[in-house]
């Protein structure tokens, strides 16, 4: 195995650059697709009506039980049969973001659940009402289990964003993988997409780390 | 003859095979502290909890000044479910101290005393932080208003409690067990508060708690419960003095035996 630099600098570099922002853009936008999709599965699964619980409680087990590469490929060939045809980047977003909204669905329902009931009680013997009560009592003490589990789960979209390539999406891994089989060289170009998602990891990791401390310094003080 | 403030007839809670209220009666005056003791687990909160809508009940109605409160007059004059409005506006008359104070721990001692006034009776903020205030300094924390629960000790934190369900201007109070989950050292600054409240103020009262004494002292009557309802009640002096019933009896020398 030879390193190559000329071709690092010349090649590989200039290409895998400019896709940068597509992956940052998978990575976002998915992100906020599951926080806020997310949300509405934990109210649906913790519905009073069994009709609406069990049916989002079966769907979210259905999520979370099959891999994220077969939901892709079962919305990027399945969606147009039915006449939906959406870019890749699309598909992918709403593939990653859906998989990932059930992941956060169970993250809020536990840190929601983790909430004691006597808080419940009082907000009830308070005579808050349910806005109210979740507002300003509940959802402010589930948030700091809440934020860390969602910052892990932001850093786990952006490393799947690489599946994305197999819906051909113009991504780093993609990227890479055209310049590998158009030069027959694939260690610059892998290793280099491989670093930079380590970079950008270690990144998005302190970046996390800092809204923890600030969330849980300025709610549990 | 007035109805009385509150009134249980024939209150029935079940916890699937449990019976925890066993067809209940009792009757309250307003401006009467009435204290309930029995053995643990025999459900004395649970009268509180119904009063506070904590928990449903299958059968039996409860008034507050004669109007139904699990249930509401329908227009027809028949009897039909409570709906949360109507639940919520005879809820606006009842306030609660519980066991474990269930104070809102991100929440300052003022930040606990203003939310429900703001939000729940509409006051403006400087109103409210002036109502709460008042409150604090009765309880004696007024230099505490600026703490979070974490930071007070466990009598602090109780009489936040008392003076946060005081912001709402209740006219009945109830107290589940108020010093149980105290350090025996803080018991005193808590029941001082309490008796303050009985002495100086006309809410009605009904106070579930283990503390003989105590309740020898303020209450104007003693109900002792027992398996889902009140064996026996009477004015504190007669009651410890002579109790007339064999599981009274037994209770209170267990309990007086203790101390």
Known sequence: MNWDWQFTFEVVLPRLLPVVPVTIQ?????????????????LLRISRFKLIAVPAGELIELIRGTPLLVQLFFLFFLLPEVGITLPPLTTGILGIGIYNAALCAEVYRAGIQAVPAGQWEAAKALNLGAYRTWRDIIIPQSLPPIVPALGNYLIGIFKETPLLSFLAVGELMHASKLIGSEYYRFTEAVTLAGLFFLVMSL??????????????????? | MTEPR???????????????????????????????IGPSGSGKTTVLRVLMTLETIEEGLITID????????????????????????????????????????????????IEA???????SKAEAVGRAEELLDMVGLSDKRDHYPS??????????????ALAMRPEILLFDEPTSALDPEMVDEVLQV???LATEHSYTMLLVTHQMGFARE????????????????????????SPRHERTRQFLNKVLAAH
Request: aromatic share 8%; glycine share 10%.
């Open chain 2, 218 to 241: 303020v209450s104007g009557r003693v109900c002792f419960f027992d398996g889902g309802k009140f064996l026996e009640e009477g004015p504190p002096r007669e009651f410890f003095a």
């Open chain 2, 151 to 164: 930071q007070l000790s466990g009598g602090q934190q109780q009489r936040v409690a008392i003076a946060r």
């Open chain 2, 6 to 36: 509150i009134k249980f007839e024939n209150v029935c809670k079940r916890y699937g095979p449990l019976t925890v209220l066993d067809g209940l009666n009792m009757e309250v005056a307003a401006g009467e502290l009435v204290t309930i």
């Open chain 1, 26 to 42: 998978a990575t976002v936008l998915s992100f906020l697709l599951a926080v806020v999709l997310g949300l509405f599965l934990m």
């Open chain 2, 117 to 123: 006034p703001i939000h729940s009776l509409g006051l």
């Open chain 2, 194 to 196: 309490i008796r303050q």
């Open chain 1, 203 to 221: 990144v998005a990791a302190v970046l996390v780390r800092m809204v923890e401390t600030r969330v849980s310094r300025s709610i549990l003080r």
């Open chain 2, 66 to 113: 004669g109007e139904p409160f699990n249930k509401m007059r329908s227009r027809e004059g028949g009897l039909v479910p409570a709906s949360t409005a109507h639940l919520r506006r005879i809820r606006a008359r009842i306030g609660m101290v519980f066991q474990n104070f269930n104070l809102f721990p991100h929440m300052t001692a003022l930040g606990n005393c």
